[in-house]
């Protein structure tokens, strides 16, 4: 491949690596066969104690678009700020090292930017289980976003009112944006964020923006995994979701006066992350009465209904800060083993089923479903989005 250094660099892909030996080359190959001139790719090795150096050393001597930086462990936010520094192009997106994707992506972006010449271009993201692929596109028609129709239409309904949904998902690794506007909001960060580190980086990049581009295609392959960078989440690192949240109502405030619901966004944002890492400081249980869900009586017998994000920490939460005995969960996809199924409930003793969804429009499905095989509505516990409005400053 010929070298490019001394031609102008159009797009500048960042990709944060720790310990991905076996995700690495599966991730460069698929940015490497990008058809786009004028590309550098920086590798950004954030301490690896695997092969990790060795595939991108190898990679930089057969292309000469790699550029090669290898630092101490900081975290992720550390590691893309290194190749920030270094970047040239005069625009810039992120990869995350254990992805990948399709091979039109950069084009098809790169394509947005020359019409329009726009500080964003957003497109959707591909959930990757392996055998099964979900696409997840945003949910605002395809065009470009500006004056009026940005501040009016995009930028006030990234967050949707339905709690908890988004109408513009933060993804980073979905957005092309330009160099400029990405290093002065993405360096204001703090390095010790490594929680919701796409929400405080991508909402305020839209807030700056002039002209946003959503283009309505799926290019972007997440492959989610345990160990990933974003899905290691340790106990102690949830302090440091005062510090994250902190950050993102002083960017916000910024705007509260020229866009309209902006922090109203910001409270879903909060409550959302705090309940999904942090429930303690948003639900309480006292005197029989659970802060959220209403009047559930000391030692009862209760199910946990759903089995998705916030089912963990408010199994967690239940066992380590109240006197409530969990005798199951459940889920409309249960099993009939380990997780029982609506037809389930009755052949059970319990006093309540907690329902551990945060969609509006799931928890109304759920009340159906139960409602169908004779449970009694006052044994029924889930979260009303109006307290949710009121839960978090």
Same mark, same amino acid.
């Given at each position: ?171 980073? #690794? ?5 160099? %400029? ?7 204001? *960060?703090?390095?010790? !964020? =490594? /929680? ?59 705007y509260e006066h020229s866009v309209r619901n902006i922090m109203r966004q910001y409270t879903y944002l909060k409550t ?29 017998? #209760? ?5 998705? %994000? ?7 939460? *239940?066992?380590?800060? !109240? =006197? /409530? ?69």
């Amino acid at each position: 491949m010929e070298n490019e250094s001394a031609a102008a660099i159009n797009l500048s892909v960042i990709i944060p690596i720790y310990n991905v030996e076996e995700y690495l080359q599966r991730c460069l190959d698929s940015v490497l066969a990008q058809d786009i001139r004028n590309m550098e790719v920086i590798c950004v090795n954030d301490g690896s104690t695997d092969n990790c150096q060795n595939i991108i050393k190898n990679y930089a001597q057969r292309d000469g678009r790699i550029v090669a930086v290898e630092k101490r462990n900081g975290g992720l936010v550390s590691a893309r700020k290194a190749g920030l520094k270094v970047s040239r192009g005069k625009y810039i997106i992120h990869i995350d090292s254990d992805d990948w994707i399709e091979p039109d992506m950069f084009q098809s972006m790169m394509a947005c930017v020359e019409k329009t010449d726009c500080d964003i271009v957003c497109t959707g993201i591909i959930r990757d289980y392996g055998k099964n692929l979900a696409y997840e596109h945003i949910h605002f028609d395809e065009g470009l976003y500006e004056g009026e129709s940005l501040r009016d239409t995009l930028q006030c309904n990234m967050v949707d009112e339905r709690f908890m949904k988004y109408n513009l998902a933060p993804h980073l #690794v979905t957005k092309m944006c330009r160099a %400029s506007l990405m290093k002065e909001k993405y360096n204001r *960060i703090p390095d010790e !964020t =490594n /929680l919701d580190e796409d929400v405080i980086s991508t909402y305020p990049m839209l807030l700056s923006a002039q002209k946003v581009f959503v283009l309505d295609k799926c290019f972007y392959h997440y492959c989610s995994r345990e160990t990933s960078i974003i899905n290691t989440v340790k106990k102690e690192e949830t302090k440091r979701l005062s510090v994250t949240y902190d950050y993102l109502k002083e960017e916000f405030s910024r705007y509260e006066h020229s866009v309209r619901n902006i922090m109203r966004q910001y409270t879903y944002l909060k409550t959302f992350a705090y309940l999904l890492s942090a429930p303690q400081e948003i639900i309480s249980y006292n005197d029989g009465y659970l802060n959220l869900y209403g009047a559930v009586r000391p030692e009862s017998k #209760v199910i946990i209904y759903g089995t998705g %994000s916030f089912c963990s920490p408010l199994r967690t939460y *239940i066992e380590e800060h !109240t =006197n /409530l005995q969990i005798v199951g969960l459940a889920d409309a996809r249960g099993d009939g083993g380990n997780i029982l199924r609506p037809q389930d409930l009755k052949e059970y003793e319990f006093d309540y089923i907690i329902i551990s969804v945060l969609l509006s429009e799931i928890v109304n499905l759920i009340l159906a479903d139960l409602e169908k095989e004779g449970i009694p509505y006052e044994k029924i516990k889930f979260i009303y989005k109006e307290d949710l409005d009121e839960s978090v400053d």
